[in-house]
């Protein structure tokens, strides 16, 4: 089996492959398991060192537009000059995106990575005529709250989504686009609303979401970091774990069991802003959360207070997934897959 993850050197992309070469089969769709022989990882930026030495895995370096365009025939762009690698996928994992706070700082950049290379690849699969099963990294950004359009206290698997960013609109029209690619029968799509992802190892990125891996991540590390929101602040938080066992599990359920072609939102755990700084200092002590920076950024409190904090999700139930048990769990699974980025003394 070849599958392709776009954003594959990205931290959810490159989490997603090493979880697929570890289990080293799927099953697509329902169908038995196969063996997993090739990956290919296709991303403006080059996969980790660990994915680039395994021999199963294949990597396009290289901007997603321009190779959907064809514009790889120079080798400026990873030197793929033809579909091959489309082709010979069965399954495609769609992670490459601009994130929230890029998006709403450059209108262009969301519309060209979130919008038109979605829609581009559902193009290039459907004229090959290989319908593969194709995983789209939606989030919970299709939902905002708004005066005119309050969002109701619980967010269920049929409410309607109303995105007040240009990241939630782009990915609403991403996630129509594979549901009707999907009802003219051109690709097996499946739709995926990610929640807020924390604890993002690494380096800060552009998410206006950032800060809730910052506020841990940081001071762990024995630094300072932002906490702009007010301590109230619901968010709806799913560890990278369970965040990647949801995106596989997309993959492999039949149609029977996956049901409708909207959106299936992942299960999350609902805790607010100061239940998470609580749990860092029960974790890591007073001394942790005396790096918290508590000064405002309107632009931040804007993005993040239009989002919900709460779902319910039975049709990701069904499918067997769940939410996180608690956020110091979350945190202490950080610590041990993250043992040399933790500094603070005491921690372990
Ligand atoms: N992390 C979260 O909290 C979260 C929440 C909801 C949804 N999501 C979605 O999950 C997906 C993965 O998120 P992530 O946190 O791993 O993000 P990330 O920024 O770490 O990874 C995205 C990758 O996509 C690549 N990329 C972007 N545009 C590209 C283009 N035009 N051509 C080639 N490569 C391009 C980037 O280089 C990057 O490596 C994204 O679609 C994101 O919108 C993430």
Known sequence: MHIVITGGAGFLGARLARTLLAQGRLSLAGAPAQ????????DRAPPPADLAADPR???ITGDLNAQLAGDGADGANGGVADDTVWREAHAIFHLAAA?????????????RS?????????????????????VFSSSLAVFGDSPEQPLPQVIEDHTLPTPQTSYGIQKFIGEQLVADFTRKGFVRGRSVRLM??????????????????????????????ACPVPDATPVAIASPARTVEGLVRAASASDAEWGPRTALNLPSLATTVGDMAAALERVAGKAATALLDRTPDAAIQRIVKTWPGHFETARARALGLAADESFEAVIREYVRENPDAVKLPGVA
């Open 35 to 42: 063996t997993i022989r090739r990956i290919t990882l296709v």
């Open 57 to 59: 895995v294949d990597a």
């Open 99 to 111: 994130v929230s706070g890029e998006c709403e700082a450059d209108f262009d950049l969301g519309m």
């Open 114 to 134: 979130n919008f038109a290379a979605t829609h581009a690849l559902l193009e290039k699969v459907r004229a090959l005529g290989t319908r593969p099963v194709l």
């Open 196 to 225: 807020t992802v924390s604890v993002r190892p690494g380096k800060p990125n552009g998410a206006a979401s950032g800060f809730f891996s910052g506020m841990i991540r940081e001071p762990l590390a024995g630094l300072p970091a």
